[in-house]
């Protein structure tokens, strides 16, 4: 299925509306005003409100009202890194997440400025995997272009508050590029389902625009019935019911098709396609071809969506 025909099965998505969109109607707006999220219970309903910057309040709901797709390109070199970004792109995908292993190894002040010269009107995602040090990484990524910092939930609510501040200081000096945090709980370290719940909210509460439900990738490689047996699944759901009103959700970590349809099913909205595009054996492909990369992303896209 070539890429137009699979646009058109998709409703004609458009990633350039994220920004094109976003930046036009925050061009008009005072970056004082206030907006009202949307909390599910009494404590989140104690959360301070947060300031308004349109092309991120934009962002969020689009990823929080329509299926999205992002590709993580874990991969060790900033050439093959721009390669499978691009494929991914071509396939459908709306955001490209830099991968930990190509930012540890070729460094954040390269792949980010770099990702954002290649593909300027793309939403970027920094997998940094941030432990302590919050507000400095989250600096040297909006910096470089950036658009969504993630970091570890395990870091705690004063790194979450840290990096928060700093997305909200480049909201205020930008109204341009989307800013939003991210913040990822790696099960099942951070399991079961009661307790991923509990940090969520202790996330949101700090103020991130999403959780991500992170299923680790040794565990997964260690233990291969935590696919089989949809444990990501049980946790995701369990997640959502609980902070999904409040904040994105997305999931991360191996998944098949299956898996991400049944979870759309259930209203998750935004999916993150690993290395494996979707196929059961959890191999990575990112070596393929180009075209058999965009084929796989594609055919993700097009299983989930239909």
């Known amino acids: 299925m070539d890429r137009k025909k699979t646009s058109d099965h998709l409703g004609h998505r458009n990633r350039r509306w994220f920004l094109d969109a976003a930046g036009r109607l925050a061009g008009g707006l005072a970056a004082g005003a206030i907006f009202e999220t949307i909390r599910p219970s009494s404590a989140l309903g104690q959360q301070p409100a947060k300031e308004a910057h349109q092309s991120s309040a934009r962002v969020l709901d689009r990823l929080k009202t329509r299926l999205s797709f992002q590709i993580s390109v874990d991969v060790g070199t900033l050439d093959l890194g721009l390669t499978v970004a691009t494929a991914g792109l071509a396939g459908g995908v709306d955001i490209v997440e830099m991968g930990t292993p190509l930012l540890k190894t070729q460094g954040v002040a390269n792949v980010v400025p770099a990702f954002r010269k290649r593909f300027p009107d793309a939403l970027l995602l920094a997998d940094m995997k941030t432990m302590d040090g919050g507000a400095g990484e989250a600096r040297s990524v909006f910096a470089g272009g950036g ?65 991500g439900i992170h299923l680790q990738s040794d565990a997964r490689r260690a233990n291969p019935k935590l696919i089989e047996e949809d444990y990501l699944g049980d946790v995701v759901r369990a997640v959502f019911e609980r902070i999904g009103k409040a904040a994105l959700v997305q999931v991360v970590g191996g998944l098949t098709i299956a898996q991400a349809k049944r979870l759309a099913k259930a209203g998750l909205r935004c999916f993150v396609i690993s290395g494996n595009m979707g196929l059961p054996d959890g191999n990575a492909r990112y070596n393929l071809p180009p075209a058999e990369i965009q084929r796989l992303v594609a055919g993700f896209i097009a299983g989930v969506s239909g």
């Open 147 to 211: 658009n969504i910092f993630d970091f570890l939930a395990l870091a705690g609510v004063d790194t979450a508050k840290s990096i928060c501040a700093v997305r909200d200081e480049f909201r205020r000096t930008g109204s341009e590029l989307p800013r939003l945090v991210f913040s990822d709980i790696m099960v099942p370290h951070q399991g079961p389902a009661a307790q991923a719940g509990e940090v969520a909210l202790r996330m949101v509460e700090a103020g991130v625009d999403a959780i």
